[in-house]
């Protein structure tokens, strides 16, 4: 299932999209969505990354040396 959603561009943001999307025979839609997904899987790992950061910050998790975690996993060879 698809949703549809509506969003205001800036006037040389859209004429740069309707640019694009005339010269490479795709959609304005298709370009939207990509910039979107892609955006999107790059700001849940920042997220993800900064909320990781607080937890170490806060002492609520801990790290250990690569060479640790490799030999207790039997990788050290």
Not at 21 to 42: F, P, V
């Amino acid at each position: 299932m698809t949703r549809q959603t509506a969003i205001r561009l800036p006037d040389e943001t859209y004429e740069r999209l309707q640019v694009l999307a005339t010269r490479t025979g795709r959609t304005a839609t298709y370009y939207i969505r990509e910039a979107i997904e892609q955006h999107l899987e790059d700001l849940e790992d920042i997220y993800l990354a900064e909320q990781v950061l607080e937890k170490l910050a806060h002492g609520e998790i801990t790290t250990r040396p690569l060479a640790e975690v490799m030999a207790e996993l039997g990788l050290d060879d």
